[in-house]
């Protein structure tokens, strides 16, 4: 079964390759979602990352396409 997560970009555009927060998998495409921040206990979670089909599913706006 082929995986639609994986995404191609045009050859001259960089992708970020990584692990979708929300489909719990790697993908091609990923960006920066959630900014987790670092706290004194050990359950941190971290930055959280999408690929293009969860953003278009779930409506995630990346953080560098976001308003100041």
């Known amino acids: ?7 191609s970009g045009s050859p001259t555009t960089p992708v970020g390759y990584g692990y979708c927060a929300w489909h719990h998998r790697h993908a091609r495409g990923v960006r920066l979602i959630r900014v987790e921040e ?5 359950s941190t979670r971290g930055n959280m990352f999408a690929c293009r ?3 278009q ?8 396409d976001r308003p100041l």
């Open 53 to 55: 089909p969860c953003r």
């Open 57 to 64: 599913a779930y409506n995630l706006v990346p953080l560098a």
């Open 38 to 42: 670092a706290g004194p206990g050990p």
């Open 1 to 7: 079964m082929a995986d639609d997560t994986q995404t």
